[in-house]
């Protein structure tokens, strides 16, 4: 086959698929164009989660005609002139190729804009990806594009997007990062008669907060500043008392653009590392102001992705930063994080941890021969699967703040607390299931204040949560009201747990079809169980031992993993040598 130029047509096609990957990233495009037009409010209206409309309005400086044509043309911007502005890019978009891609995967695209001095405005409609409508128009001053039938041209494109919930899910996350990041713009975002998002024009952060995060979270934000050469950081983080299951709480901004940076989001999270759980993940919002010359924003189609110059640098000052805010927070009490063994060796610290031991001295040098032999013991410990009565185990205490150590006379045996105190829960929810009564109705209901995607998320799981105890109505607004709880579920007895539990479970995203009530239960007994860097006192530990050992399959965790392993004595004695 011969080496030929590609048609306009199929250029645009490949380009939307770099650029255009779903309706959020349509509307992140015109959002972009709307901010960058100098917009102080902007309204966003999608149908079918944005596959079939997408319309965003904005009171912007507008175009006049011939700019209406030329921005649907590809690499048509007014916002660089030269390959030298790429090194001092100050607008969201720069290379021209958001509107000629959306019009070339859509059916139509319908433009009304108008210079805020102009006596008439232009209409504009795009049919297919060619123009087949311009004519004057009254309108007011600003833009409005109205993008239908996203993807009708690009059909396998369609097929594979998600449900409408959940595309319009996306589109409630698109719009939320960009107004996290301009206060001074109001945001509407709505589908039908329903309003999905807004937030009040503002001069400062403390609306827009509320609106994306809910008042619960908002008032538990504190300031984080900081700077350096070229550098400037600001930002809220929350306490650690408010962290989340998913990563999806840390909100990166780099020159007003939201930014996906693993060095970034690891630079938050080490400096929560010592405050946080394992599992959980912090709350915030940073944004940093570099040079645009040692900052490269043109890496991703999407641009998603930055890379810096200095990079080493600004991820230090970030995590000092974030933990100068922490330490003016004053004390938290959260559980601290202990680190997990990654492998089958511990050092000498961790194995102190595992007994008291009193150290004799010796004149005479130990000789200790370590090789393959003594790799493959350490490999022998098995899990439980004999039965066995409480009264058989000694308990002699806890290493590392997640195994419990006993021992029967004939084995040593380790019990992960956590995956014990899992299978006690999730047999006591399993039996409560059973004989009807899954529902405990509280003392005082709890007020539930949730973000705009978080209350998306619990719509969608109220049928199941109901399913096994859980009355939780809407409140106005995006406030729920939590009637009754699953009975004997851990932790469930006090309002923050109750809080803790539900997000953690929307941190999920939206229920599976193939997931079942069973599921929900392991999850229940799962997040709110003992964890792991959790010290327990002598009572707790034999209570969650007396516990596990008179569930039906004391075994193994809900989810298949060994609650139990242990080595025999002969083994141990073969390990030293003894034998």
């Known amino acids: 086959m011969k080496v030929r130029l590609l048609d306009a047509d199929t250029i645009n096609k490949i380009a939307a698929g770099e650029v255009v990957e779903r309706p959020a990233s349509a509307v992140k495009e015109l959002v972009e164009n709307s901010i960058d037009a100098g917009a102080s409010r902007i309204l966003i209206e999608v149908e079918d989660g944005g596959k079939t409309l997408i319309r965003v309005v904005d009171d912007g400086c507008g175009m006049d005609r011939e700019d209406a044509l030329m921005a649907f043309s590809r690499h048509a911007t007014s916002k660089i002139s030269g390959a030298d502005d ?3 890019i100050h607008t969201l978009g720069f290379r021209g190729e958001a509107l000629a891609a959306i019009a070339s995967v859509a059916a139509q695209v319908d433009v009304h804009t108008k210079p805020k001095q102009a006596e008439a405005g232009t209409f504009l409609r795009i049919v297919d990806g060619s123009v087949a409508s311009v004519k004057d128009a009254g309108c007011p001053a600003g833009t409005s594009m109205a993008v239908r039938d996203l993807f009708r041209n690009v059909p396998a494109r369609r097929k594979h997007l998600s449900s409408a919930s959940s595309e319009l899910s996306r589109v409630v996350e698109t719009v939320t990062s960009a107004a996290i990041i301009h206060p001074e713009i109001s945001f509407e975002l709505f589908t039908g008669k329903r309003t999905l998002f807004r937030s009040v024009r503002s001069a400062s952060w403390d609306q827009v907060l509320v609106s994306a995060f809910g008042l619960d979270v908002a008032r538990g934000f504190h300031e984080v500043v900081g700077e350096g050469p070229g550098l400037a950081i600001r930002g809220v983080v929350c306490s650690p008392s408010s962290s989340r299951a998913s990563p999806d709480w840390i909100h990166l901004y780099v020159n007003g653009r939201p930014i996906h940076s693993k060095a970034l989001q690891g630079a938050v999270r080490e400096a929560f590392r010592t405050l946080l759980p394992l599992g959980r993940e912090p709350i915030a919002v940073i944004s940093l102001d570099v040079n645009p010359e040692e900052v490269d924003v043109n890496v991703h189609p999407a641009k998603r992705e930055v890379r810096f110059l200095h990079e080493e640098i600004i991820c230090q000052l970030l995590k000092d930063a974030v933990v100068a805010a922490l330490g003016a927070m004053g004390p938290t009490a959260v559980p601290v994080r202990t680190g997990t063994p990654q492998s089958e060796s511990m050092d000498l610290s961790a194995q102190q941890k595992l007994l008291p031991m009193e150290v004799s001295q010796s004149d005479q040098p130990v000789k200790v021969r370590l090789g393959a032999a003594d790799d493959d013991s350490l490999k022998t410990a098995k899990p439980v699967t004999g039965g066995r009565q409480s009264r058989q185990l000694r ?17 040593l045996v380790l019990i ?9 829960a999730y047999e006591s929810l399993q039996r409560r299931f059973a004989e009807g009564s899954m529902s405990q109705e509280l ?20 049928d199941r949560l109901k399913d096994v105890g859980f009355e939780i109505v809407p409140f106005g607004g995006r406030s729920f009201m939590v009637r009754s709880v699953p009975a004997t579920a851990p932790r469930l007895d006090r309002p923050e747990g109750v809080r803790e539990v539900l997000l953690d479970i929307l941190a999920q995203g939206k229920p599976q079809r193939s997931s079942s009530q ?27 031992l007396d516990d596990l050992l008179r569930c039906r399959n004391p075994r193994a965790c809900p989810h298949g993993r060994p609650t139990m392993v242990a080595v025999d004595w002969q083994e141990l004695e073969r390990m030293f040598h003894r034998r």
Do not use: F
């Open 443 to 462: 003392l005082e209901p709890i007020m539930l204040e949730l973000s705009a995607r978080e209350e998306m998320l619990l719509e969608s799981w109220l």
């Open 416 to 424: 992960d607390q956590h995956a014990a105190a899992e299978r006690v």
């Open 518 to 544: 069973d599921d929900l239960l392991k999850m229940l007994a799962c997040r709110r169980s003992i964890k792991s860097g959790r010290r327990l006192n002598p009572e707790e530990m034999r209570r969650l």
């Open 395 to 411: 308990i002699l205490g806890q290493a590392l703040d997640l195994y419990i150590i006993a021992e029967d006379g004939q084995e």
């Open 86 to 88: 790429l090194t001092r």
